[in-house]
């Protein structure tokens, strides 16, 4: 999975590794949800694979988690107001830098794991604001739910949910955001869908993800390790435009980042995986006139 490969250093418990066959969504999502409780677990017993980043991106030292959360564009400040064991190193990018979050804003984050980019928009959004972190994993729920108690976050909540059926109420949020987690849906237009009722009209998109730069070989995208990574599902610019104009919004921006093919790469090595993924920002708008 993200960030670092155990199972080639011979340890696989942790991630599943055999290619297979398209799965039925439910099991697409069985298979997800089981590699990050593993995750969730491993983190919480400081666990690891013997490497410097455990199998699934977690790290029981903090210092290594912090150098790939900077590496992902945050900042030491960023890491250091967190809780300790929010930050997971799970993510490809820093949605909350291209959110332009203010004061008072109620914020939903789409697959918020341990908190970490929960806890920096409630940061941002101070006292009059809220966030809502949604994940359909119970032990990063019940790890987030913690880790707030910890930083004595009153502004934030945690709710068990799927992301292509939201826990929320229509027209909830004034800013979605995601930190590389709608890859892992077997039904990403839903989950634009979701995402374009949840929020306000003038509401706004601002998430980090991986998109396609080339279609992926047919091996990668039935690899459920590669699925599980953010990798195997990703898709072309093209077709995530397509989802989200049919969804409803409108100042469709996607911006790669070539750059990120550095840490990528790292992610599986040997496989050449960044040849054909790149982290991108993905922002949108639901227009004002929706009612």
């Known amino acids: 999975m993200k960030?670092?490969?155990?199972?080639s250093e011979g340890d696989t418990s942790c991630c599943p590794t055999e290619p297979s066959t398209a799965l039925e969504p439910d099991q697409h999502r069985q298979n997800v949800r089981k590699a990050y409780a593993q995750v969730a677990q491993a983190d919480t017993a400081g666990d690891g694979c013997g490497v410097a980043s455990s199998c699934c991106g977690v790290s029981d030292d903090s210092a290594i988690t912090s150098l790939i959360s900077t590496r992902l564009g945050y900042s030491k400040q960023d890491v250091a107001q967190v809780p300790a064991g929010s930050?997971?190193?799970?993510?490809?990018?820093?949605?909350?830098?291209?959110?332009?979050?203010k004061p008072g804003e109620v914020v939903l984050d789409l697959g918020s794991g341990g908190g970490f980019d929960?806890?920096?928009?409630?940061?941002?959004?101070?006292?009059?604001?809220?966030?809502?972190?949604?994940?359909?994993?119970?032990?990063?729920?019940?790890?987030?739910?913690?880790?707030?108690?910890?930083?004595?976050?009153?502004?934030?909540?945690?709710?068990?949910?799927?992301?292509?059926?939201?826990?929320?109420?229509?027209?909830?949020?004034d800013v979605i955001i995601s930190n590389c987690v709608i890859?892992?849906?077997?039904?990403?237009?839903?989950?634009?869908?979701?995402?374009?009722?949840?929020?306000?009209?003038?509401?706004?998109?601002?998430?980090?993800?991986?998109?396609?730069?080339a279609q992926l070989p047919e091996q990668m995208r039935r690899d459920q390790r590669l699925i599980a990574g953010c990798i195997g599902n990703a898709s072309l610019i093209e077709e995530l435009e397509d989802y989200m104009r049919s969804a409803g919004f409108s100042d469709i921006r996607i911006e790669p980042k070539e750059d990120s093919r550095e840490f990528i790469k790292d992610w599986v090595p040997g496989k050449s995986i960044q040849d054909y993924v790149v982290s991108a920002s993905i922002e949108a708008i639901k227009p004002e006139s929706d009612t």
């Open 3 to 7: 960030n670092n490969d155990c199972c």
């Open 87 to 101: 930050d997971m190193g799970l993510g490809c990018g820093n949605p909350k830098a291209i959110a332009a979050l």
């Open 118 to 173: 929960c806890f920096l928009a409630a940061s941002e959004v101070g006292d009059q604001g809220s966030v809502i972190g949604v994940d359909m994993t119970p032990d990063m729920v019940s790890k987030a739910r913690g880790n707030a108690i910890k930083g004595e976050f009153s502004n934030v909540e945690f709710r068990l949910g799927e992301i292509e059926h939201l826990p929320v109420a229509d027209a909830t949020a």
């Open 183 to 213: 890859n892992l849906s077997p039904d990403k237009p839903q989950v634009f869908r979701e995402a374009f009722r949840a929020l306000k009209p003038g509401g706004r998109l601002a998430i980090s993800d991986v998109v396609a730069t």
